[in-house]
């Protein structure tokens, strides 16, 4: 079964910061995806990866940058914490997106990230 | 552009009564449906989904869903509801080559 790990629970930061948010799936899949969830708006796409150093926007990509240096680890960087990003932090990895999306998401956990 | 609706933000239902869980969707293209759900402080588990062929699709824990195209619809249905179905559910569209577009998501209360 795939598992995807989110390396913190729950993160308190203070505004201004950098933070690092860290993901890795065990399953050798090529897409990875960060989300953020709010009551009300669902998930929002902050950015996603194809492939080891590639990155793609999202919907939301304001205030976040990404890396992927290995296959399995998909980092989320908030390069400058502001109160607008406390959030639910969501991460979710896909085998493949070449069948054209047919098959489901898998997430970890979440993170859940209070900047004061 | 893609875009799902839930349009009911919670939906009570007593214990063994059935459950509906609604979704509405717009997609250019064929349409690839999910149902995910999340226990509190836990992330997405996927539910059932629909690609093609029969418009009823069964998925985990006795949860079924009905495609219905003219509607643009994707409800979530299930028997007889237990009080362990109360969770955050979410409907979510896909099409070739798009990427995943998630509804606000509709907390169900099962109550005892």
Redesign the interface.
Same mark, same amino acid.
């Given at each position: 079964d795939v598992k995807?790990t989110q390396s913190s629970?729950y993160l308190v930061k203070r505004t201004g910061e950098k933070v690092f948010l860290e993901c890795v799936q065990d399953m050798d899949h090529e897409n990875m @995806?960060w989300?953020r969830q709010d009551p =009300?708006? %669902?998930?929002r796409?902050i950015y996603?990866s194809y492939d080891v150093k590639m990155k793609e926007k =999202?919907d939301i990509p304001e205030g976040y940058s990404v890396s992927r240096e290995k296959k399995e680890r998909f980092s989320l960087i908030l390069e400058s914490a502001s109160t607008n990003q406390t959030s639910m932090y969501?991460c979710?990895s896909i085998l493949d997106?070449g069948e %054209? =999306?047919?098959q489901?998401?898998? @997430? %970890?956990? %979440?993170t859940?990230l209070s900047i004061l | 552009a893609q875009s799902?609706a839930q349009p009911e933000?919670q939906v009570n239902v007593a214990e063994g009564n059935p459950l509906t869980v609604k979704c509405t969707y717009s997609v250019s293209g064929n349409p690839?449906l999910?149902w #995910?759900v999340q226990y509190p402080?836990?992330?997405?588990?996927?539910l059932l989904?629909y690609?093609t062929g029969d418009n009823l699709v069964k998925g985990s824990y006795g949860f079924e869903a009905e495609f219905n195209k003219s509607q643009t619809s994707f409800h979530l249905k299930k028997p007889s509801a237990l009080v362990s179905d109360s969770a955050l559910y979410?409907c979510a569209v896909?099409? #070739?080559?798009?990427?995943?577009v998630?509804?606000?998501?509709t907390r169900l209360s099962v109550l005892p």
């Open positions: 995807v629970r @995806f989300y =009300g708006l %669902g998930l796409l996603f =999202g969501l979710a997106r %054209g =999306g047919n489901p998401q898998h @997430f %970890g956990d %979440g859940r | 799902v933000d690839y999910f #995910y402080n836990r992330g997405l588990q996927f989904k690609i979410f896909n099409s #070739y080559g798009q990427n995943f998630f509804g606000p998501g």
